[in-house]
């Protein structure tokens, strides 16, 4: 895995919210088995065309003003789900990679993965750490890809890292705080997501970035995710644009 910086080396960007179009995004990519399913075919080829979906969202997200885009492959819950899928899942990553990783490149996006590489198979964290290793100079777009990823887990390994701080005499106690967690977690590097989109009929986070989405807007889809691209991302970007955010303050114009 590529190494990152000391967490007092690794200033946390902001997320430019004034623009009407959030800076960051993330997207739990829902409903690959349930549009199969309805047209008949294998699950596996929902998940093949869950990476076409993939594929055309990296796409058009810098040309809707985004800068930072997450995208949630593989959650450390999705073990539970059978090994002939949970290895079809593998391949396509390596797909898309393999297909990808060249375009990517050339349009000058930064790839950054998000999640525990433990249980991992060695030619899964070799190519996620080539993605990383051949992207990391690109300053275009970011993309993270929580793959292996769960919410609590990054929590817990944040916090077991702040415990190790203390212990070896690097952080006071005292200091700890919202700022010294979020410099543990995976997404350092990234702003806070503005907004969260669920696609697949469901409305729930699953794990996914529950400490960065404190404050995200949520927008629930029903589109399945193989259906999603472009257009669905414009949708969800327009209810975005329409929402007051008031991180906890009044309404604007309230007395």
């Known amino acids: 895995m590529t190494a990152r910086p000391a967490p007092s080396e690794q200033p946390r ?3 430019d919210g004034g623009r009407g179009v959030p800076a960051h995004v993330g997207i739990i990519m829902d409903g690959n088995g349930r549009w199969a399913s309805r047209h008949g075919l294998p699950r596996a080829i929902g998940h093949e065309r869950g990476v076409e979906a993939l594929r055309r ?4 997200a810098p040309k809707l003003g985004l800068q930072y885009l997450t995208v949630y492959s ?3 819950e999705n073990w539970r789900r059978p090994v002939a899928e949970v290895s079809a899942l593998f391949a396509l990553l390596k797909t898309f990679i393999n297909r990808d990783l060249d375009q990517l490149i050339k349009e000058g996006v930064k790839v950054s993965v998000f999640g525990t590489r433990k249980g991992l198979p060695e030619e899964i964290n070799t190519l996620l750490e080539r993605a990383e290793r051949e992207t990391r100079h690109n300053t275009a777009f970011n993309l993270g890809i929580a793959f292996n990823y769960g919410g609590r887990e990054e929590i ?3 916090t077991r890292a702040i415990a190790q701080d203390v212990k070896a005499g690097r952080l006071d106690p005292e200091n700890i705080d919202e700022a010294a967690i979020a410099a543990r977690l995976d997404t350092a590097a990234f702003p806070d997501p503005d907004l969260i989109i669920r696609t697949g009929e469901e409305s729930r986070l ?4 529950i400490w960065q989405s404190a404050y995200a807007e949520l927008v629930f889809m029903d589109v399945l995710w193989p259906e999603f691209g472009e257009a669905g991302l414009e949708q969800a970007l327009s209810v975005f644009a329409s929402r007051e ?10 007395g």
């Not at 969202?57 to 058009?60: C, F, G, S, Y």
């Not at 955010?245 to 309230?254: D, E, H, I, P, Y």
Request: glycine share 12%; no cysteine.
């Open 74 to 76: 593989f959650s450390t």
């Open 57 to 60: 969202t990296v796409k058009a």
């Open 206 to 209: 699953s794990n996914f970035l």
């Open 13 to 15: 960007p902001e997320a």
């Open 245 to 254: 955010r008031r991180f906890g303050g009044l309404k604007s114009g309230a």
């Open 156 to 158: 817990t390994r944040a």
